[in-house]
C-alpha cells in the first residue's frame, strides 16, 4: 500500500492507495467519530463496489445507511443533493455520523458539499473509483454542485478524513472515461513536474492498456503533487489556481455543449490546448512543446480541439468562470512544460485567436 | 456609537451599534474587498431601508445589485437561496463581490449560507433590522436553511467582516416582533450573566416602551454575552451549545405547526419554559426561580407555554435535532439563573412530564 499525506495541520489527512481498499474496513474505523456512516454512491458504482464496503463496515459493528443516485454531471444539481439531505434526515444521521462518497467525481463532489453543509458540516471519506477522481477530485476538499449558470457554482471548502484509493476499481472503468482522467494526470506534468511529464511521454502506451503497476505509479505521483498544491494554498489564494489549467476554456466546453455531453477530463483536454496555443502565441511556448503537448494528449485518446461553439459564446460563458477578478479573466498559462503561470494579462484579441486555432471542425 | 469586537483571531470582526448606521457607507468600505457588493433584502424591509443603504454605498463610488427576497420563515428554503445565486450570477458578481444582508435573522441567515457557498465563499457584512437578529444570529457566523424535516439542517459556519446595527430600524418593527427578539435577550441573562437578568427585570418595562437608550443598552450587552461565547467555542464543540436554551424544544414548536406560524422568539420563550421545568424536576431550580423566569417573559409579552402538539409529536421533532448525538437528546438546562448547563442525563419520562405541564390548553 502506498501512502500519502496530506499536510493541513490539525486537518491532515492520508490518501492510500492499493489493490482492494474497498474491503479494508479496518483502516476506516479509526477516522469514524461514531459507529455510524452513510454509504453514497450511484446506479452504476453501487452494484459494482458498494456491497463490498457495506459488509466490510458491517462485519466490525459500524451501521451503514446506503443511499444511492443517479449517475452523471447532469445530476449534480441541487435536486440530487438533496435526495442526500433527504435519506440522511430519514435515517436520523446526526453531527457525528460520517459520509463515505463512493464513486467518480460527482458523487466526491456532491457528497462532500452535504457534508460540508449538513448541519453545518459532519465528517466524510473519499472512496474514488474513476481515475479522475482518484487523481484529482477527492484530494483536496473543494466540493460543489453545479448552477445552470455555471460549474461548481455553489460549493465550499471541506477536506475529507481519509482518501481510499482501491486500484481494483478501474478494471471496471469504460475507456473513455480513463482517458479522461488521463487529461488531469497530464496537467500535474504540465504545470509543474517535467520529469513526470517524460515520464508519462514513455509510459502512456503501458497506461492506456492498464498496467497496473504503471497506474498506480501515475496515480501516487498526481496524489503526491495534488498534495503538496494544496498544502500550500488550501483555498485557492495563489498557486492552487494553477491546478485549474485548461478548465476556464474547459468550462465554457462543459456548459455550451451541456453537462454530461462533453466528459470534464475531455473539456480540459481541448483547454489545456487553448491553453498551450495561448502560451504560444504570447512568446512562452514553442512549435515543439505544443507538438509535444498535443501527442501526450492523442496517445491518451484525449481531443485536442474544442467544441464549435461560436468564439464569443466561448468568451460569454468563461466571462462566468470563478477565476474572473475584477472584471479581468485570469487564465492559467505555461511559461514552459512543468511551468505554470497564473495570467491576466492576454490581450483579448489574443485569447480568441487562440480559441479559434484549436476550434473543431 | 457603541463598538464591540468578536474575538476570532485572523476571521475577527466588529459590531457597531448606533442610531443611522445605515447612511454610514464610510464605515463599510474598509471592509470591501473591492467596490461591488450585492445588497440582499425581503420585501417588508428593502421598501423602508434599501434606499438609504444603497444611496449611501453609491454616493461614495461603490457599484450595488440589490436582490429582493420575499419575507418570512417559510422562504427560507433552497428556492430562494437560489434566487441569490441567480441574481448574483446574472449580474456577473465574483470572487470578491461582497453580499450585505439588510433584514431580520432569515435573511441574515440565508444571505450568510449564500455567501458561504457561493463560489465556495465570498465576504458578507450582517445588517439586522430586527431586534432578534441585532442581539442573536447576526453575530457569530451560524448561517442556514431550513429543510422540510428539520430547521437549519442545511447551513455552515461563515464569519461576517462586520455587523452594523442601526437602532432606528427597530421604529418600524411590529410590537410581535419586538418581543420575539426579547426572548433571546433574556436567553443571555438565563444562561450566563445573572446581573444581567436582574436589570431585565428592572428595565422590561423601558424595553418593552421601545425607550431608546435602553434598548441600546440591552442590544450591546447582549451582542457582549454572544461575542465572549463565540470567541471561545467558535464551532460549538462545546459551551456555543448553551445559547440554545430553549431551542431544541421551540424547533418542535416551529416545526410542528408549520414553519412561520410561530415566531422563533416565541418558540424559544416557551421552550425555555420548558427548560426551566426540567430543571425544576432535575432538582436545580426551585419554584420561585421558575416564577421568575416565567414572570419576565410574561413581562415581555411572550408565551410561556408550548403548543398544543401532542407530547409524542414533541419528542419525534426532537429526535431530529442537530443536537442529538449517539442517539442521545443533549438539552441546555439551568442549574440556576445565569448558570446554565449542557445535559443528556434526564430521564424520558421526565422530559415528558416537563413539555405536559407547559403545554397550552
Not at 454531471?73 to 438533496?82: F, G, I, R, S
Not at 460527482?106 to 449538513?118: E, K, L, P
Not at 520529469?195 to 511521454?201: A, N, P, R, V
Amino acid at each position: 500500500m502506498r501512502t500519502l499525506n496530506v499536510a493541513l495541520g490539525e486537518r491532515s489527512y492520508p490518501i492510500h492507495i492499493a489493490k482492494g481498499l474497498r474491503h479494508r474496513a479496518d483502516i476506516v474505523l479509526p477516522h469514524l467519530k461514531t459507529r455510524r456512516v452513510a454509504l453514497i454512491s450511484n446506479e452504476t458504482v453501487a452494484p459494482l463496489y458498494l456491497a463490498d464496503v457495506r459488509s466490510a463496515l458491517e462485519a466490525i459493528g459500524v451501521g451503514v445507511t446506503a443511499i444511492v443516485l443517479p449517475d452523471g454531471e447532469v445530476y449534480k444539481d441541487w435536486a440530487t443533493l438533496n435526495r442526500i439531505f433527504d435519506g440522511l434526515l430519514e435515517a436520523r444521521c446526526e453531527r457525528s455520523t460520517t459520509l463515505i462518497a463512493l464513486g467518480g467525481g460527482v458523487i466526491g463532489d456532491m457528497v462532500g458539499f452535504a457534508a460540508a453543509t449538513f448541519q453545518r458540516g459532519v465528517p466524510f471519506i473519499q472512496m474514488p473509483t474513476t481515475l479522475l477522481s482518484q487523481v484529482d477530485s477527492s484530494v483536496g476538499g473543494k466540493t460543489a454542485i453545479n448552477h445552470p449558470l455555471g460549474k461548481n457554482m455553489i460549493g465550499a471548502f471541506h477536506q475529507p478524513r481519509l482518501v481510499m484509493v482501491d486500484i481494483e476499481t478501474l478494471d471496471t472503468l469504460p475507456d473513455r472515461e480513463l482517458s479522461a482522467g488521463m487529461a488531469e494526470v497530464i496537467k500535474y506534468g504540465l504545470i509543474r513536474d517535467p520529469d513526470f511529464f517524460d515520464w508519462l511521454e514513455a509510459n502512456m502506451a503501458a497506461l492506456m492498456a492498464r498496467d497496473a503497476d504503471a497506474l498506480a505509479d501515475a496515480i501516487a505521483r498526481s496524489c503526491a503533487n495534488k498534495a503538496e498544491v494544496v498544502a500550500e494554498d488550501e483555498t485557492e489564494q495563489g498557486v492552487r489556481a494553477t491546478l485549474n489549467l485548461g478548465h476556464t476554456f474547459g468550462h465554457a466546453i462543459e456548459a455550451g455543449m451541456g453537462y454530461g455531453s462533453w466528459l470534464h477530463g475531455e473539456a480540459v483536454a481541448a483547454g489545456a490546448m487553448m491553453a498551450a496555443e495561448l502560451s504560444r502565441l504570447r512568446g512562452w511556448l514553442d512549435e515543439a512543446a505544443v507538438a509535444r503537448i498535443e501527442a501526450i494528449h492523442v496517445a491518451a485518446r484525449l481531443p485536442v480541439r474544442g467544441a464549435a461553439l461560436e468564439v464569443a459564446r466561448y468568451l460569454e460563458l468563461m466571462a462566468h468562470d470563478k477565476k474572473v477578478e475584477d472584471g479581468r479573466l485570469r487564465l492559467v498559462l505555461l511559461q514552459a512544460i512543468g511551468r505554470a503561470v497564473i495570467d491576466g494579462a492576454s490581450p483579448p484579441d489574443l485569447i480568441e485567436q487562440a480559441i479559434r486555432a484549436r476550434l473543431d471542425g
